[in-house]
């Protein structure tokens, strides 16, 4: 039997946090023999809840509305394409809303199963890290027990940024959280960011009826996606009636009644405008709230994160720290990837991490996917690149199903033929991204997937037919134009 199941005082293993890389980490190690206990505070709709912001108030939730939104809109512009007749589409808010939480219940029940089969202690509460690898847990009704671990894993995870000049009621100014719980649609929605969280939010509630404009303090939007793709997503958007004010400073909100009066800057000068509610997204912070105790000689990075190596060791010797808490890109995935890779070295066993091919989806409708290098990152680390694309609107797939826009743009390398990123805006994007991240983990050459037989007819095919066009070799596009 394992300690875990024993309740044991001391672990192999103390995970803080049970969000996608402490719940991972936690399985992970148990599966590999250690007694692992895993601490998480979460309290959800129906008690205490494992999976992290992730499958409790972000990526589950908000692709659950995601799809159902979309579904209503298909039924309302698209159906009749098809030759489909549909009379006086309507939704129910209330039932979509159930839908999200089954989805999320059903998903945070999985994993306390899946400590159960795998013998992981759950231990409820807020966890601290003490010095000497000691670690202190204090429950929902404020007692406080202290356990001996002999690695712990730091997994705390981040929350929403809450900004001083808009701050929020949970009523009519909110957090990413709250517009996942709106009781009706909202006439008019301000968005604060332009980021994926906005947009994918901004994007819910535009389809259900609401008039959403987007505030984004910088001029470009989505700046980490490749340009190209970039320009595409824009033009996109605006036919979606969402109206994106880029360069345009936020410098008061406040609630009147019930109307939220926002206060802005851009290159137009000052301007203001009136919601009904307004959503705060401009990003996230770590969320070290009460996670160190006194006499830590633990090394802190920038804003606020931990210093790690590249097997996730911080400077105190069993210590690891992964997700949010760390260097590269906030993402669930990434998460879980690094947990693996910590409870891997804390076994004794040889384990990394390819931050290079780590992707990145938003999605809206057509989704945007990406992973490796821009063509303009590339370029300034000092590439000579090649670039290839290819249009949806030439894939048969793509017309039979009437979701045509966007388009593939893969970069490679001149002088090694090497896939250096690819960049999709379009349908099924975070599907056939995968097919690239793939290609770039195997440090694949262009040649490599040239020589690939793509299934016909498959939207996989557009990515196939952009590496072809890389060497102006596709089949179902014109060439280019030689200098």
């Keep these: 039997i394992k300690m875990g199941i024993l309740m044991a005082n001391s672990y192999d293993l103390i995970v803080i946090g049970g969000g996608p890389g402490g719940y991972a980490a936690a399985i992970k190690a148990a599966q590999l023999g250690m007694s692992v206990a895993c601490i998480e505070k979460r309290v959800g709709k129906k008690g205490p809840a494992l999976g992290g912001t992730c499958l409790n108030v972000g990526c589950i939730p908000s692709k659950a509305l995601l799809d159902s939104s979309h579904k209503y809109t298909e039924a309302q512009h698209d159906f009749a394409t098809h030759g489909i007749g549909v009379e006086k589409v309507s939704f129910d808010l209330v039932k979509m809303m159930d839908r999200k939480d089954k ?4 998903l945070t029940g999985g994993i306390e199963q899946l400590f159960k089969a795998n013998g992981v202690t759950w231990l409820q509460g807020h966890g ?35 900004i001083p000049v808009a701050p929020q009621d949970g009523t009519h100014i909110v957090s990413s959280t709250g517009a996942l719980e ?42 980490m996606v490749d340009g190209q793709v970039r320009k595409e997503v824009q033009k996109l ?10 360069g345009a400073k936020v410098s008061k909100a406040k609630v009147d009644g019930d109307v939220v009066k926002v206060a802005y800057t851009d290159a137009k000068g000052e301007q203001t405008a009136e919601f009904d ?20 000689e633990l090394t802190m990075a920038e804003r606020g994160m931990v210093q790690v190596d590249e097997s996730c060791r911080t400077s105190i ?35 990394a991490m390819n931050y290079d091919a780590i992707p990145s989806v938003i999605y809206i409708h057509p989704e945007v996917a990406w992973v490796g290098l821009t063509e303009e990152a590339a370029k300034e680390n000092g590439y000579d690149v090649k670039t290839g694309s290819f249009s949806f609107a ?16 893969v970069v490679s390398d001149v002088k090694t033929d090497r896939i250096l990123g690819v960049h999709i805006v379009g349908p099924q994007a975070s599907e056939i991204i995968m097919q690239a991240v793939i290609a770039i983990e195997f440090a694949a050459s262009t040649e490599d997937l040239q020589l690939v037989c793509f299934g016909h007819p498959s939207l996989s095919e557009s990515l196939h037919e952009a590496v072809l066009a890389v060497d102006n070799k596709a089949i179902h596009a014109a060439p280019k134009r030689k200098r």
Aim: no cysteine.
């Design 103 to 106: 989805i999320v219940t059903q």
């Design 128 to 162: 601290k890290l003490l010095a000497g690898k000691k670690v202190q847990v204090k429950d929902t009704d404020g007692n406080e027990k202290t356990y001996d671990a002999k690695n712990v894993i730091l997994a705390s995870g981040s929350e929403p940024i809450d």
């Design 182 to 223: 709106f009781s009706e649609v909202p006439k008019r929605l301000g968005v604060i960011g332009a980021g994926i969280i906005g947009l994918e939010l901004g994007s819910v509630w535009s389809r259900l009826g609401a008039q959403v404009t987007v505030i984004e303090a910088q001029e470009a939007l989505l700046p």
């Design 237 to 246: 958007l605006k036919k979606q009636n969402l109206t994106i004010h880029l």
């Design 277 to 296: 509610k307004l959503i705060v997204a401009v990003g996230r912070k770590v969320n070290t709230d009460n996670l160190f105790g006194e006499g830590l």
């Design 317 to 351: 010797d069993g210590v690891y720290a992964i997700g949010d808490l760390v260097r590269g890109p906030w993402l669930a995935h990434k998460a879980t990837e690094e947990g693996i890779v910590a409870v891997e070295v804390i076994a004794g066993h040889k384990a």
């Design 394 to 409: 030439a894939n048969g797939r793509a017309l039979a199903a009437n979701d045509s826009n966007g388009s593939v743009k």
